[in-house]
T-cell receptor, first 112, second 109 residues
Framework: TAGITQAPTSQILAAGRSMTLRCTQD?????MYWYRQDLGLGLRLIHY???????GKGEVPDGYSVSRANTDDFPLTLASAVPSQTSVYFC???????????FGPGTRLTVL | GQNIDQPTEMTATEGAIVQINCTYQ??????LFWYQQHAGEAPTFLSY??LDGLEEKGRFSSFLSRSKGYSYLLLKELQMKDSASYLC??????????WGAGTKLIIKP
């Protein structure tokens, strides 16, 4: 079982360009999440989706958008990248009463 | 505001025991998680506490006191592979996880 996959693994992006980070899970989990992880800070929630067809804003949603057309896929789009969006991005999925979250391998994004 | 506090870094010796503390102030409490994250990798689940007390799982144990807003992760018989960051996360009243910055654990031979 693949679990959660993310693509690309890493990317260097020019400021002002747009980009979509891909996330796919095969565990049929209802909930999915996008986090960013920066040195010295905890994981910060960007957007989440409790079930297919619904999305919500997390702690740091500005500059990002998501969609959840089906259970498996949860892409994150940066419409016009800025250097402060340089980070490691993790996608996660969760299920069950305690909502244990399972993480993808991450995407390392550098915006220049 | 919501806040999770953990020490930034700890050092321990192979074969010894180490305790990593986590204190939290959150809007509501619906459980506390500990995750392990090796450098350059994704976080992986270690333990979950929702009631007060100790949960033991092999070499790892996690303790929770809801009245004190406090948890600790206890690692016994330390091995070199335990060198990693340990992340404390609390599920708040909205059932979202609030994450601490993590504790980097360095194991020395």
């Amino acid at each position: 079982t693949a679990g959660i996959t993310q693509a690309p693994t890493s990317q260097i992006l020019a400021a002002g360009r747009s980009m979509t980070l891909r996330c796919t899970q095969d565990m049929r989990h209802n909930a999915m999440y996008w986090y960013r992880q920066d040195l010295g800070l905890g994981l910060r929630l960007i957007h989440y989706s409790n079930t297919a067809g619904t999305t919500g804003k997390g702690e740091v949603p500005d500059g990002y958008s998501v969609s959840r057309a089906n259970t498996d896929d949860f892409p994150l789009t940066l419409a016009s990248a800025v250097p402060s969006q340089t980070s490691v991005y993790f996608c996660a999925s969760g299920t069950g009463e305690r909502n244990e979250q399972f993480f993808g391998p991450g995407t390392r994004l550098t915006v220049l | 505001g919501q806040n999770i506090d953990q020490p930034t870094e700890m050092t321990a010796t192979e074969g010894a025991i180490v305790q990593i503390n986590c204190t939290y102030q959150t809007s509501g409490f619906n459980g506390l998680f500990w995750y392990q994250q090796h450098a350059g990798e994704a976080p992986t689940f270690l333990s979950y506490n929702v009631l007060d007390g100790l949960e033991e799982k092999g070499r790892f144990s996690s303790f929770l006191s809801r009245s004190k807003g406090y948890s600790y992760l206890l690692l016994k018989e330390l091995q070199m592979k335990d060198s990693a960051s340990y992340l404390c996360a609390v599920k708040d009243s909205n059932y979202q996880l609030i994450w601490g910055a993590g504790t980097k654990l360095i194991i020395k031979p």
